[in-house]
């Protein structure tokens, strides 16, 4: 049951009033059965929030994902990070009710700060539960209603329940005026992938094929990273003669050139795409499909993370193979990833190089049984530290909607 309306609230709603926003019905119709709406407040949440999505999803068929970002957000930047994202109506005008009538959202999951008064109390007395974390105090008020000074606390208990990063930030909400039982600490989410099985018949059947040899991996491989991973592969075959790579290159396209290339290189090449039988002379295994890395991320003790040697690429994902085993070696360029680089880098789990010279130096040492276990096992320990945190998001949402469906049946 929604709260007593404040008499700030109401002055807020009154000074914030405007033109009711016309757009908001207009971007798609709501999905049926459940609704789960998601706010994000900055972009490098983003993927971290989307990762705990598909957790979420894979617990409860049939549920749709509502993501909403700022009013004043530049979506450009965003496109890299894949779900359709819909803009918030901004605070000045009369679409908060428009917006929830026309979503009628299930539950709402709010991260981070920039809390929108208008939208929030509008979603608590519609009955519609929601859940805040990683939470800030600060609160995007309409110009006119900054002077309003208990707007932010009671905006901030609209919420069931309110995940505070630190016991600092748990305190400063507490201090509003936030019941304590509401607040509790836990830390920021991270990604902790969940790499899909693969059928155990083919590992092992690739694992007789390779013999016991020492394996790396390229992986997502850019056409101008070729001649560097080549290079440093020749370098490294004069310490380890019975060395393989396994090249998968970023774009398919780029597939067959890169087999010409290496016989004119007077390297002996397998295609797995064409289905070409791995041998023991066999030196370069070439794959240029990405559903296959699960396989290869599997059987590789190192994997050199693509897209990261060159100026701007952006680098590739580095969590899923650290997952599966494999050690990380990379190029400098990866900021679309940095904080898992970096989280990696901290931990042991990742080197970074950048040159062919050193990328040949870092497989060669990186191979060493002990070394590629260390790392292997540091790598490990950070994908699973965010594992705890997202397990209890995923029940805390499932409970939600349990407790609304129920509800609902009531009615």
Known sequence: MSKPRSLSLAAYRVLSWGVPHPSVAATGPRPEGEVLWVHVN????????????????AVRPGLSLLFTVPPDTD??????????????????????RAFLDHWRPDIGLWVGGGLMPNVITRAEEKGIP???????????????GRWLPDITRYTLDCFDQVLAPTEEAARAIRRLGIAFSKVTVSPPLRISPMPRPWPEDELIEINHALSGRPVWLAACV???EFISVLSAHRQAMKILPRLALVMNVADPAESSPLQRRLETMDLRCACWDDGQPIEDTTQVILSSEAEDLGLWHRVSSVTFMGSSLDRG???QDPLTSTALGSA???????????????????????????SATELGDAVVEMLAPDRCADMALAGWQVVTEGAPQSDQMVEMVQDMLDRRRAQDART
């Open 313 to 315: 690429a952006g680098g």
């Open 130 to 144: 929601l859940l805040l974390i990683e939470a800030e105090t600060d609160t995007k008020v309409a110009r006119g």
């Open 42 to 57: 900055s972009e490098d949440r983003l993927r971290v929030v989307s990762d705990l999505c598909q957790r979420i999803l």
């Open 75 to 96: 979506l450009a930047p965003w496109a890299e990070h894949a779900p359709s994202l819909i803009k918030l109506p901004a605070e000045q005008t009369g679409g908060a």
């Open 328 to 354: 990380v070696v990379h190029g400098p360029f990866v900021h679309l990833h940095r904080d898992s680089y970096e989280r990696l880098g901290r931990a042991g789990a990742a080197r970074a190089v950048r």
């Open 222 to 224: 850019k056409d101008t």
